[in-house]
């Protein structure tokens, strides 16, 4: 899809990879809108305790700010995860997931899968924190995204170098900074 024609990005990975760090740089970088980590605020309000059914509350929550971000721009729209993320949090903590997840549907024009290269920092709503942890983390991650034939870039690097990847992966797809 031509950078033009773009309308949302999708950050995508496991915890503590620098998402919701680069994700409003990002955004404001090209002129977009970055909506934040739905499932974070979830977390905090209700514990992570979780249940499939709180995992798919995260999900309906952050389709339903995707759809209104998607209406109304400015695009395109950078997101801090999606269902599909969400979809790996359940294989994660029940090995399984709710078919709301597989009949979920808004998929987002080009995902930048964030590697697990980053020290880990506990924040309190984090879960996964050992290096096994982590990469099962990704690779079901990445899987996730095979899985569904979407386009995507891995972003590795660490302290600007991580941002400058990002911006770079987001370039080859068409989308140009208005600023750096």
Request: net charge negative.
């Amino acid at each position: 899809m031509a950078g033009t024609d773009m309308k949302s990005i999708c950050l995508h990975g496991p915890e503590s990879t620098g998402k919701s760090t680069i994700g409003p740089r990002l955004a404001a970088a090209i002129g977009g809108r970055y909506l934040p980590e739905y499932g974070r605020d979830y977390a905090e309000a209700h514990g992570t305790d979780f249940t499939m059914a709180d995992l798919v509350a995260i999900g309906e929550g952050h389709d339903r700010l995707l759809a209104g971000a998607l209406a109304t721009g400015p695009w395109p729209v950078v997101t801090d995860t999606d269902p599909l993320m969400t979809a790996v949090w359940a294989d994660m903590l029940f090995g399984r997931r709710d078919p709301w997840f597989g009949a979920w549907n808004r998929l987002s024009d080009l995902y930048l899968l964030f590697a697990p290269d980053l020290p880990w920092i506990e924040d309190g709503t984090r879960l996964f924190g050992t290096w096994p942890e982590r990469q099962r983390f990704f690779e079901l991650s990445r899987a996730e995204l095979d899985r569904r034939g979407v386009s995507y870039a891995l972003v590795e690097g660490q302290g600007e170098s991580r941002y400058a990847n990002a911006l770079a992966a987001i370039e080859r797809f068409g989308i140009r900074p208005h600023l750096c």
